[in-house]
């Protein structure tokens, strides 16, 4: 990608994460004020261990170029291994976006504690960054031209509705 259309594509991103870390780690990024780009769309879970395949991967059918989920710590997950079992269902999912050519990289998992707000911050920008390389999502680009087809083929259709009467 150009360095010119690098820094023009704003990536839109989506976050799960779960109530208990997650959530209090980006509620101290948000009391301390740090700083961290403000296109990250967040979806709140009970644990990332309620993670399924299809909710990542609807993600990208709704339009988010990356997604990255924001866990506890491996080894203190307030539901003993939510986020290990989160991280097995992560890695499928990237081995299908792998697959069908989406592109794995642009699914991630980071752990931290309700503390860490700079980790907070850090995911997000690393995100962003990562996303801003790899260009938009190839879905959304394909469903923007299949809109713009359906409209012009709008444009070129008789009318089928009621006509009125003449006379």
Do not use: W
């Given at each position: 990608?150009?360095?010119?259309?690098?820094?023009?594509?704003?990536?839109?991103?989506?976050?799960?994460y779960?109530?208990?870390?997650?959530?209090?780690?980006?509620?101290?990024?948000?009391?301390?004020?740090?700083?961290?780009?403000?296109?990250?769309?967040?979806?709140?879970?009970?644990?990332?261990?309620?993670?399924?395949?299809?909710?990542?991967?609807?993600?990208?059918?709704?339009?988010?170029?990356?997604?990255?989920?924001?866990?506890?710590?491996?080894?203190?997950?307030?539901?003993?291994?939510?986020?290990?079992?989160?991280r097995?269902?992560?890695?499928?999912?990237?081995?299908?976006?792998?697959?069908?050519?989406?592109?794995?990289?642009?699914?991630?998992?980071?752990?931290?504690?309700?503390?860490?707000?700079?980790?907070?911050?850090?995911?997000?920008?690393?995100?962003?960054?990562?996303?801003?390389?790899l260009?938009?999502?190839?879905?959304?680009?394909?469903?923007?031209?299949?809109?713009?087809?359906?409209?012009?083929?709008?444009?070129?259709?008789?009318?089928r509705?009621?006509?009125?009467?003449?006379?």
């Amino acid at each position: 990608m150009t360095k010119e259309l690098e820094t023009k594509f704003e990536p839109e991103i989506t976050a799960f994460y779960c109530i208990y870390c997650g959530y209090m780690a980006a509620d101290t990024a948000g009391a301390l004020q740090v700083q961290y780009p403000a296109n990250v769309k967040f979806v709140r879970m009970p644990c990332t261990g309620k993670t399924d395949v299809r909710y990542l991967l609807e993600a990208f059918e709704q339009g988010a170029d990356g997604v990255y989920i924001v866990a506890c710590p491996i080894g203190n997950c307030h539901h003993v291994r939510g986020n290990e079992r989160g991280r097995a269902r992560m890695q499928r999912a990237k081995k299908i976006l792998d697959e069908i050519g989406l592109g794995g990289e642009r699914l991630d998992m980071f752990f931290m504690s309700g503390s860490q707000a700079q980790a907070y911050a850090n995911a997000a920008k690393t995100m962003t960054e990562r996303v801003r390389k790899l260009g938009p999502n190839p879905l959304k680009l394909q469903i923007e031209g299949q809109k713009l087809m359906v409209e012009e083929s709008e444009d070129e259709v008789e009318f089928r509705g009621r006509r009125q009467k003449e006379g």
